[in-house]
């Protein structure tokens, strides 16, 4: 069966620190993708990365960077320099190779104080 | 511009009233997806369709009904056999095939209540 859990149910920091969003998974499947969705107050997700189970090097697109490591089934994301725009609830996924079907963890909730 | 649209944003709906989401999507996607997200949780799948005329339940399709006539159009109707409808609800597409990078696109969702 596939999983995603997101521990943390939701985060406060203050602008300018960094701060990391776990996302922990399970699957048997050994092609699997995984993705991190942003949620503003709008309400509409938006999509932030993909990473499928063959490609382990971690990424980095300005202040956002993704951190996955197979050994350990996660997928974590970080922020450096928080900004207040950075509140959201943020969602990790998981999709197996047929697509069928993505799997979403609970999400986490992210608020930036000025 | 490609992408997703919901009608309407807001819908109110009286107890024992079907009521009908709109999701149309001008992205080519295959397949399309509805959501329910209830405060301060995460998405459950209702229902989802790869193809044209073909939809299959997800987690909580009870009380839920949709069509697929059209690639681009796949509207969710909440009926009465719904116990609590109220909630937000998110269409979503997506490609399919592989080679193809399949991430779901979403729509602004519409945020169904029942007086």
């Known amino acids: 069966a596939q999983k995603v859990t997101q521990a943390q149910t939701e985060i406060s920091v203050v602008e300018k620190e960094d701060v990391t969003l776990d996302c922990v998974y399970e699957?048997?499947?050994?092609?699997?993708?995984l993705f991190w969705y942003k949620q503003p107050p709008s309400g509409e997700l938006v999509f932030l990365i993909r990473?499928?189970?063959?490609?382990?090097q971690n990424e980095i697109s300005g202040r956002y960077s993704w951190n996955f490591q197979k050994s350990t089934s996660s997928f974590n994301f970080t922020i450096t320099a928080s900004q207040v725009v950075d509140s959201a609830v943020y969602f990790c996924?998981?999709?197996?190779?047929?697509?069928?079907?993505?799997?979403f963890g609970s999400g986490t909730k992210l608020n930036v104080k000025p | 511009d490609g992408g997703i649209t919901q009608s309407p944003k807001y819908l109110f709906r009286k107890e024992g009233q079907n009521v009908t989401l709109s999701c149309e999507q001008n992205?080519?996607?295959?397949?399309m997806y509805w959501y329910r997200q209830d405060p301060g949780q995460g998405l459950r799948l209702i229902y989802y369709?790869?193809?044209?005329?073909?939809?299959q339940k997800g987690d909580i399709a009870e009380g839920y009904s949709v069509s697929r006539e059209k690639k681009e159009s796949f509207p969710l109707t909440v009926t009465s056999a719904q116990k609590n409808p109220t909630a937000f609800y998110l269409c979503?597409?997506?490609?399919?095939?592989?080679?193809?990078?399949?991430?779901?696109?979403f729509g602004p969702g519409t945020r169904l209540t029942v007086l």
């Open positions: 990473r499928n189970s063959f490609d382990e």
């Open positions: 699957t048997r499947d050994t092609t699997y993708y």
């Open positions: 979503a597409s997506t490609k399919v095939g592989r080679g193809v990078y399949n991430e779901q696109f």
């Open positions: 992205l080519n996607h295959d397949a």
């Open positions: 369709s790869q193809i044209v005329n073909d939809f």
């Open positions: 996924a998981l999709s197996r190779n047929n697509f069928n079907k993505f799997y």
